[in-house]
Antibody, heavy 119, light 111 residues
Framework: EVQLVESGGGLVHPGRSLRLSCTTSGFTFGYYAMSWFRQAPGKGLEWVGFIRSEAYGGTTEYAASVKGRFTISRDDARSIAYLQMNSLKSEDTAVYYC??????????WGQGTLVTVSS | QSALTQPPSASGSPGQSVTISCTGTSSDVGGYNFVSWYQQHPGKAPKLIIYQVSQRPSGVPDRFSGSKYGNTASLTVSGLQAEDEADYYCGSYAGSNNFGVFGGGTKLTVL
């Protein structure tokens, strides 16, 4: 069974950093692109960023709202994807979801982890 | 503002059918047969229910169907059931230089 489990969320002060992890199992992690979404309270889904598989260079893409502040990385040996979030703002408060990419779009989602940015 | 346009709400009575639209452009929905639909119940993670416009993952009831005409994709839920009440999001591939676009979501209410 394919599983994605996010961790690392919590309460953080504005301007500080936080790193989320997405621990996966049930599939060959290195074959797949991975991405992160977020959902602010009462709002829709927002694409945060994306990392291709190493076969496609492991390159990343980011939404304009987080570019320069957030970094996605991957550890294929441990089957984990990461989201490093720096210079956090109150508007980054959201549930963050890790997703596996199927054919060009997400096909599996984790349960999410809540990040609250507040003083 | 989302790249794909969905109606904010839709509704139907049990047993009825309801269709949710997802409108994009020729650069995304109209240009590729890679449209997915996701169902999200309150407090839960999204779940894939349609991929590649009209394909259902294993375990998704055949009451859910997808289609596309031009720049608009549609999700039809037939024989509405109470458990179908949820938010529905569409997503589309938009080319190799863009990792995809999403709709703002539609809240489906079963009356």
């Amino acid at each position: 069974e394919v599983q994605l489990v996010e961790s690392g969320g919590g309460l953080v002060h504005p301007g500080r950093s936080l790193r989320l992890s997405c621990t996966t199992s049930g599939f060959t992690f290195g074959y797949y692109a991975m991405s992160w979404f977020r959902q602010a309270p009462g709002k829709g889904l927002e694409w945060v960023g994306f990392i291709r598989s190493e076969a496609y260079g492991g390159t990343t893409e980011y939404a304009a709202s987080v570019k320069g502040r957030f970094t996605i990385s991957r550890d294929d040996a441990r089957s984990i994807a990461y989201l490093q979030m720096n210079s956090l703002k109150s508007e980054d408060t959201a549930v963050y979801y890790c997703t596996r990419f199927g054919v060009h779009l997400p096909d599996t989602w984790g349960q999410g982890t809540l990040v609250t940015v507040s003083s | 503002q989302s790249a794909l346009t969905q109606p904010p709400s839709a509704s139907g009575s049990p047993g009825q059918s309801v269709t949710i639209s997802c409108t994009g452009t020729s650069s995304d929905v109209g240009g590729y047969n890679f449209v997915s639909w996701y169902q999200q119940h309150p407090g839960k993670a999204p779940k894939l229910i349609i991929y590649q416009v009209s394909q259902r993952p294993s375990g998704v009831p055949d009451r859910f169907s997808g289609s596309k005409y031009g720049n608009t994709a549609s999700l039809t839920v037939s024989g509405l059931q109470a458990e179908d009440e949820a938010d529905y999001y569409c997503g589309s591939y938009a080319g190799s230089n863009n990792f995809g676009v999403f709709g703002g979501g539609t809240k489906l209410t079963v009356l």
